[in-house]
């Protein structure tokens, strides 16, 4: 977590280091200019209230989910909100609780992150709506259009925060850069190299 200091702050901690600093012969005198240095010059200084600045100090950094440090992927998820912001969320959530709802935690990231990674690949469309309506890609979607949810259930509250740690890179991913996965109970013959087993899928790059 960053701690942020006002620039205010900043200023006045920066007068009190100065204070105690001695004048140099070059910083008192300018030519032309006769300067008395055994009885320099009493100038008014405004002192910000010492109490005043401790306030400012200690008052909390405003944290956001990118700065957030989870120490669990369980506490990621429940720190996240259950609504929807945009399109592309909402298809990444209907993926996520589709391919992994009652699958482990990192099981469903790791889905979440092989969307993500197919948009930036090159190889797929460059959206995850897109991804995911790709022909012959993903079996819960019929005739290129994404299934309703019940959003009632828990499964998809827990999607969405999945999507949502997954979409702001909040956790690292245990299937990093995977592009594909499939059901442990299939064994399809690819010639990709396997990064993760997760629950019930196996992912590969």
Known sequence: MKLRFPMAVLAAMSLFAGLGAPLSAEETASPGRVI???????????????????????????ATDADADFSTLDAAVAAQT??????????????????????????????????????????FPASVCGVLTQRGQFSFVKGGRLPDVDTSR???????????????DLWDSPAEGALFFHARRVSPKWNHTRVASLGNHVFYR
């Open 154 to 168: 828990p499964a998809w509250k827990t999607a969405v925060a999945i999507a949502r740690i997954a979409t702001q």
């Open 36 to 62: 008395n240095l055994s009885s320099p010059a009493k100038v008014p200084v405004q002192f910000a209230a010492p109490a005043e600045i401790v306030q400012e100090i200690a008052k909390p950094a405003v």
């Open 82 to 123: 259950a609504t929807i912001d945009d399109e592309e969320l909402n298809c990444l959530a209907i993926g996520v609780y589709y391919e992994s709802k009652g699958e482990p935690l990192a099981g469903q990231l790791a889905v979440a992150d092989v969307i993500l990674n197919r948009t930036t690949s090159g190889r």
